[in-house]
């Protein structure tokens, strides 16, 4: 106990698009964390017992909701029932579908679904269609709502959901076989619209029916929770004794834990992290809580429970973990063992045999992928794998490896499986890549040759071995190792959601990515004509979401709703993709032998030189006062972090203009750019590319422009990633901002007129460098170096000022800064065993 009190605990914060996961601990503290685990494990094996038995402890059943006082699925109670069952008794399917019929409803679903149509519609009236789509109404008795079954646009299923759904303002329409029956008076009672009730569908609050306890110090107090958990239909109890499930941070865990906290895990009982609450209130529906467990350890396979079902940070975990199983159009699926045997894919009249397809249709909750790929092997027949399944939820995925002996019958057989997945032929798309998206069918993920950096580059064995046998200087050498190894690429991907082990997303054809970006600019122009507001603006976002995470696979795809969303998760998304596409390029193949110096042949394919500044230069002392004159803290929920730089690389590329042509034109800043790790290797090997579109948001709201500023502070919020810590690189770039510099304190309305006139833009901040400390460099470039102070434009959408070229021939990257981010205020005790 006394050690345990001394260590500096370790701490997991989860952020929206990452996590990181800093740890100290001692013998002494490795050992009471296995007494606990001991005890868990102990209860596990009492828990299969019961299970084995056919029934479980209490504690453990899945959360059951008390039934709501006002029956959601049946309405008005009493008269409502009765009349069901009237219905239910006196006619047969053929006259429920005849109802259905004459009144204009779909009669298309399964008899049981049919049967509540018909009772509703009897006495209630028939359902209008949805206004959104004209589609025919249905209520999702699971959801508790009114949904439609008809569809936006080929992408996206309709997403127009009611509580009070429209219903005709006429007459029923009864058949004469109805007419005819026992209960015909009963029926023509609801006949008249102005006699019949009105039908609301209620809903149970998440928390419905379950006592929680919490425990320990959470992000907020214990009383807000009681408040928020009662609100939504729970009850909070000071012991484990009886509850539903234990809620406590995730640090519990690394510090031990408490009494109560020893007693729920021996009673068997779930312990969930504080997460659980805020995405139950959220979904208005109570979590899965295995999902949310924070005692029992994570298996090799992970949970087995789906990634869209787990706590995202848990998601990250197994995420990377993940091996990528197919790392381009020629490679062979992992899962197949066929590569172990000299398997490759089938190739024939030019066509290969090698399609990935996905799925992402919001209105219907859907998210799958597909694999279809023929594989000859050395002395063996033709091979055909097929895999189906919903992202994230391998164990339950459709899979099927067999061989064939007539090559042309399975030739024929992958081509009606490529027709039946995407309503398509196989042929013209492989060809000429023409497709057409039909409903409800999957679209082809046109994969490069190549090889997916996160599968080609150096891992985590690998690297050691390349940079010691490496010819290059050490530094440049080690700076080289982070550029050539996965795991940028891979933190990258999994912050974006786009890292799914079945699909290559770091090795995406030209052509996918420009159809990527045309859907972009598509939408984006369609917003800035809409007026569309309510569930019909709402449809229109799924539908474009739906759309955008069927050609950017991701593991979890979310509707989007705004400017910043847009910018981040398609925008930021894409560039980040495309960028690590160029990086999988370069990169290539590096999983063979480090002996030969891999990095040495990385760095001539480059074309530049890198070198490091010495610490004594002017050079140096420049940026280092730069940095620091115009740095304030990042800041990740209440945690702030500091930076400091580690070492500066001045960079010379032929991609890039030169000091001496940029010195040729006017109005020269030293600016700083802010950059994923992950993107580094393109800005070196390609030069700066201007924004993907124009957006009402930071970094976007000066239209496809390359974007700068004179504060550390703001490139460092693209600098810093959770998992990328403690490194990270600023840019350090020479900006022209040409003759005429307009000067902007909210997003201009018409960017195309300066991309067209490659005119420098300035973005008055609400914060400013002090203009008296500004200074020259290499004569005549500008450092607005200066403390940052308040502006005058406090209204300005932007907290520091940033700068817009339009031409990349106006920019030259001259040096990246290396930057080690800490946690102010911290303090790391590392205790000696006694």
């Known amino acids: 106990e006394g050690a345990r009190d001394k260590i500096s605990r370790s701490h997991v914060r989860r952020r929206a698009e990452g996590f990181y996961i800093k740890c100290s601990c001692d013998l002494y503290y490795n050992v009471y964390i296995l007494y606990n685990i001991f005890h868990c494990f102990l209860q596990k094996g009492n828990l299969r017992k019961h299970k084995a038995e056919g029934k479980l402890p209490e504690a453990e059943q899945s959360p059951k909701k008390a039934k709501s006082e006002k029956d959601s699925v049946n309405g008005t109670g009493d008269e409502y029932k009765e009349f069901c069952k009237a219905v239910e008794e006196n006619l047969s399917v053929d006259q429920i579908k005849e109802v259905l019929e004459t009144n204009g409803q779909d009669c298309s679903a399964p008899e049981e679904t049919l049967l509540a149509q018909c009772q509703d519609l009897l006495f209630y009236g028939a359902l209008d269609k949805c206004p959104l789509c004209g589609g025919n109404l249905i209520c999702d008795n699971e959801k508790k709502r009114f949904v439609c079954g008809g569809e936006i646009s080929e992408w996206c299923s309709c997403v127009f959901s009611t509580k009070s759904p429209p219903r005709k303002e006429e007459p029923i329409k009864l058949p004469d076989s109805v007419m005819n029956s026992a209960i015909s008076d009963l029926l023509k009672k609801h006949q008249d619209p102005k006699t019949r009730p009105k039908r609301e569908l209620s809903s149970d609050k998440p928390f419905t029916g379950m006592m929680i306890s919490l425990m320990g110090r959470l992000t907020r107090t214990h009383q807000y929770w009681k408040n928020k958990i009662e609100k939504h239909g729970g009850k909070v109890s000071n012991s484990v004794k009886g509850v539903t499930c234990l809620v406590v941070s995730p640090a519990e865990r690394e510090r031990g834990g408490s009494s109560k906290l020893v007693e729920a895990m021996e009673q068997g009982l779930p312990v969930v992290s504080e997460a659980w609450l805020i995405d139950s209130i959220e979904k208005q529906e109570a979590q899965p809580l295995e999902a949310y467990d924070v005692v029992s350890d994570l298996s090799v396979e992970g949970k087995g429970i789906p990634w869209d079902k787990q706590d995202p940070s848990e998601e990250a975990i197994e995420s990377l973990s993940a091996e990528l199983k197919i790392f ?204 569309e507001t309510g569930q019909k603006a709402e449809a229109m976002w799924a539908d474009f979401s739906s759309r955008w995470f069927s050609l950017m696979h991701s593991t979890r795809p979310m509707r989007l709703h705004d400017f910043n969303e847009l910018a981040d998760h398609a925008a930021s998304a894409f560039e980040t993709v495309r960028d690590i596409n160029t990086a999988s390029h370069l990169v290539g193949d590096m999983r063979g032998d480090t002996l030969d110096d891999p990095l040495s042949d990385r760095y001539n394919k480059l074309g530049c030189k890198i070198s490091v500044v010495d610490k004594e230069s002017e050079d140096y002392k420049m940026i280092v006062k730069y940095l620091e004159t115009t740095y304030e803290p990042v800041k990740v929920s209440d945690v702030a972090y500091s930076a400091t730089v ?128 500004h200074f020259m460099w290499r004569d005549d470039i500008k450092v607005p170096c200066g403390k940052l102070v308040p502006s005058e434009h406090k209204d300005s959408p932007l907290e520091y000022n940033e700068y817009a070229v339009y031409d990349p021939k106006q920019t030259s990257i001259r040096f990246l800064v290396e930057v080690k981010y800490e946690e102010k205020g911290t303090e790391i005790v590392d205790v000696e065993p006694e």
Request: net charge negative.
């Open 328 to 531: 381009g159009k020629r490679g062979v699926y992992k899962d197949t063992k066929l590569e172990e045997s000299g398997g490759k894919i089938f190739e024939k009249d030019g066509l290969l045999y090698n399609c990935a397809f996905s799925l992402c249709d919001l209105g219907k909750g859907r998210n799958e992928y597909c694999i279809m790929q023929l594989v000859t092997v050395p002395e063996s027949n033709l091979n055909m794998y097929f895999k189906r399944g919903k992202v994230g939820d391998d164990p339950n995925a459709e899979e099927r490896l067999e061989e064939w002996e007539d090559e042309e019958e399975a030739i024929k057989e992958f081509a009606r499986l490529f027709e039946e997945i995407t309503g398509n032929e196989f042929e013209p798309w492989e060809r000429e890549k023409k497709i057409q998206k039909k409903p409800h069918k999957f679209f082809p993920i046109d994969m490069d040759d190549g090889i997916d950096v996160r599968s080609g580059a150096l891992g985590l064995r690998q690297l050691g071995v390349a940079s010691a046998h490496c010819k290059l200087e050490s530094f440049v050498a080690n700076f080289l190792k982070v550029l050539c190894g996965q795991e940028i690429y891979k933190y990258a991907l999994m912050e974006l959601g786009l890292d799914p082990p079945d699909l290559p997303m770091g090795m995406l054809t030209d052509i996918h990515l420009k159809r990527c970006e045309e859907v972009l600019l598509e939408f984006v122009e369609k917003l800035k004509t809409t007026k």
């Open 646 to 773: 580690v070492n500066v690389f001045a960079v010379e590329s032929k991609a890039i203009p030169s000091l001496d042509e940029i010195k040729k034109l006017p109005n020269k800043v030293l600016l700083w750019c802010g950059s994923r790790s992950s993107n580094l290797l393109r800005h070196i090997y390609k030069g700066f590319l201007p924004a993907v579109c124009s957006l009402p948001v930071p970094g976007y709201m000066f239209g496809r422009a390359i974007v700068c500023s004179d504060a550390a502070a703001e490139a460092a919020r693209y600098g810093f990633t959770a998992v990328d810590r403690p490194e990270g690189f600023l840019v350090l770039a020479v900006a022209s901002l040409g003759e005429e510099v307009k000067e902007f304190t909210s997003p201009p309305e018409d960017t195309k007129t300066l991309e067209e006139k490659k005119v420098g833009v300035k973005g008055l901040g609400r914060k400013k460098t002090e203009e008296s400390e």
